[in-house]
């Protein structure tokens, strides 16, 4: 604030402009007759951190097939990857720790979600997938809302997955 330069007043229209245009998103909660589902996608953006080469890991989580997100987060993962499998695996053992989270608050609140999506701080997945806590899929970057915790959100992706955002 003190010496502010023409880029710093390009950054503050452009988060100006997105506040402008985003006014009408909003989180929104409804009673379902759905049955409760723990659903999640994870992302991860391999080096995307042109300063110190970290990846960043995005997830999110619903506990209805249209319903809004229950959790979610974007961060920069804690070391440098050496490979996009590497970063990938990183960001799931992060949602899986959310997803694991989330089901024991589940329980602990008494709400009861069917199935089970969902120790070495990594390679913990093998043995969750194994025990047939959790279910990995395939979904591609395009369908994958997550996709927008780490990388730059476009209109287009935002529009897509607005609905998903906010339960409408």
């Known amino acids: 604030?003190?010496?502010?330069?023409?880029?710093?007043?390009?950054?503050?229209?452009?988060?100006?402009?997105?506040?402008?245009?985003?006014?009408?998103?909003?989180?929104?909660?409804?009673?379902?007759?759905?049955?409760?589902?723990?659903?999640?996608?994870?992302?991860?953006?391999?080096?995307?951190?042109?300063?110190?080469?970290?990846?960043?890991?995005?997830?999110n989580f619903q506990l209805t097939q249209d319903g809004p997100m229950i959790s979610w987060k974007?961060?920069?993962?804690?070391?440098?990857?050496?490979s996009t499998c590497e970063a990938e695996y990183v960001?799931?053992?992060?949602?899986?720790?959310?997803?694991?989270?989330?089901q024991q608050l589940c329980k602990?609140?008494?709400?009861?979600?069917?199935?089970?999506?969902t120790d070495i701080k990594y390679h913990f997945i093998r043995s969750e997938i194994q025990e047939g806590r959790i279910i990995l899929e395939?979904?591609?970057?395009?369908?994958?809302?997550a996709d927008i915790f780490t990388k730059p959100a476009s209109k287009i992706k935002l529009g897509r997955f607005g609905g998903i955002m906010s339960g409408k």
């Open 1 to 59: 604030m003190l010496k502010p330069t023409q880029a710093d007043l390009s950054t503050a229209k452009h988060v100006l402009r997105y506040l402008k245009g985003t006014q009408v998103l909003g989180l929104t909660f409804r009673k379902s007759c759905s049955p409760l589902i723990l659903k999640g996608f994870c992302d991860s953006d391999w080096g995307a951190s042109i300063e110190d080469r970290r990846s960043v890991t995005g997830y």
């Open 91 to 102: 960001a799931l053992a992060n949602a899986i720790q959310e997803a694991k989270f989330l």
């Open 74 to 82: 974007s961060r920069k993962q804690p070391t440098v990857a050496l």
């Open 108 to 117: 602990d609140m008494r709400v009861s979600i069917e199935g089970q999506n």
């Open 138 to 145: 395939y979904i591609p970057s395009e369908e994958n809302v």
